[in-house]
C-alpha cells in the first residue's frame, strides 16, 4: 500500500477513535465532528488509490460518494455526516449553539455508521 493511503486510513482510524472518546465523555457534538473527519479521512485514502490524485480539499462526503460508487446504505450517512463538519463547531450554523444539539443517540449512530463505512473502505483498499 503507498504511504499516503496508510496514512490517510491510519489517521481515519484514529479519529474514529476520539469520535468514541468523544462519546463517552459526553461530548456529543465533538463526537459528531470527528465521526465526520473519519469518513472524510477514509474516503480520500480510497480516493488517492482510485483515482490516482487527491482529491482536493473537499469536505464533501456526498461528492466523495458518488465519485467512488460507495453503496447505497451510506448515501444516508454521507449527506448527514458532510453537513456535521460545519453545524458541529459553529454556533452561526444553525439557531443554536452546537454543544446543545446533539444527544448520545446521534453520536452513537454516527460512530456505528462510520464504522461501517470505515471497515468497507478498508476493504476496498486491502483487496
Same mark, same amino acid.
Given at each position: 500500500?503507498? /504511504? ?31 465521526? $465526520? $473527519? ?16 487527491? /482529491?482536493? /480539499?473537499?469536505?464533501?462526503?456526498? &461528492? ?10 451510506? &448515501?444516508?450517512?454521507?449527506?448527514? %455526516?458532510?453537513?456535521?463538519? &460545519?453545524?458541529?463547531? *459553529? /454556533? ?9 444539539? *446533539?444527544? $448520545?443517540?446521534?453520536? $452513537? ?7 461501517? %463505512? %470505515? ?9
Amino acid at each position: 500500500m503507498r /504511504p499516503e493511503i496508510e496514512r490517510w486510513l491510519l489517521q481515519a482510524r484514529e479519529e474514529l477513535d476520539t469520535a468514541r472518546v468523544s462519546l463517552n465523555a459526553g461530548k456529543w457534538f465533538a463526537s459528531a465532528f470527528w465521526s $465526520q $473527519q473519519a469518513a472524510e479521512k477514509a474516503l480520500k485514502a480510497l480516493y488517492i488509490l482510485e483515482k490516482k490524485k487527491s /482529491p482536493g /480539499p473537499t469536505h464533501s462526503l456526498t &461528492y466523495l460518494g458518488r465519485e467512488l460508487n460507495v453503496p447505497r446504505e451510506y &448515501y444516508g450517512l454521507l449527506r448527514d %455526516l458532510t453537513k456535521e463538519y &460545519y453545524m458541529s463547531r *459553529y /454556533p452561526d450554523a444553525s439557531e443554536d449553539v452546537p454543544y446543545k444539539m *446533539y444527544t $448520545q443517540e446521534d453520536a $452513537q449512530s454516527y460512530i456505528e455508521t462510520c464504522e461501517k %463505512l %470505515l471497515k468497507w473502505s478498508e476493504s476496498k483498499i486491502r483487496r
